[in-house]
């Protein structure tokens, strides 16, 4: 099986997934974090963002926001909602795997934030720390594994902060139920 096929298969999944519910457009209470954190002035970048309150949120606040999601059903409810509140100028969607969009570095350096909610990929993870611009802040939440065996897509409470390259201040670090989030800001 290639490449293409899982990420077909994952991109319908989700796209069946997002047009069976309607959405809600609330921002993660990670943004509010991170805004309280001290963001620094720049783009955003969500990765998984599917049909984001957040992206729509940080875009109110006059940030440009690139979101990266599967499905491109979520991604075009999102955009519709952006034009809606008229921010569609500030919101740019890319359909995309996340991990694969982030590989190479060319997006290194680059973002004030680097969000993901309900996300795990490890690849993702350590391409979206390089992300991160001087300064700016990466702020993840994923599934949290409690039990074993391990699960795909889940990883243990602390195991955001130890995969953090060197040089990332921990700012917070919190357990939720079924999660675990992380905000942390890049060195410079």
Not at 65 to 79: E, I, P
Not at 91 to 97: K, N, S, T
Not at 149 to 156: K, L, N, Q, S, T
Request: overall charge positive; glycine content about 10%; some cysteine.
């Amino acid at each position: 099986m290639g490449d293409a096929e899982p990420a077909a298969a994952d991109r319908n999944r989700w796209n069946e997934r997002y047009a069976a519910r309607r959405p809600s457009f609330d921002p993660h209470p990670l943004v509010a974090s991170a805004v309280a954190a001290g963001l620094p002035g720049g783009p955003v970048l969500e990765l998984a963002g599917g049909r984001s309150g957040s992206a729509l949120a940080l875009a109110a606040e006059g940030r440009a926001v690139t979101v990266v999601d599967v499905s491109d059903v979520a991604l075009a409810q999102l955009r519709d909602e952006a034009v809606r509140r008229g921010l569609g100028p500030r919101v740019d969607c890319v359909c995309a795997d996340a991990a694969r969009l982030l590989a190479g570095g060319a997006h290194a350096g680059r973002w004030a934030l680097v969000l993901a909610t309900r996300f795990w990929d490890e690849p993702a993870f350590a391409a979206a720390a390089s992300a991160v611009a001087p300064g700016g802040l990466l702020a993840w939440e994923a599934l949290r594994q409690d039990e074993a065996p391990a699960r795909r897509y889940r990883i243990r409470h602390g195991g955001l902060s130890a995969r953090l390259p060197a040089g990332f201040t921990v700012l917070a670090e919190w357990a939720t139920d079924p999660t675990t989030r992380l905000l942390a800001r890049a060195p410079g």
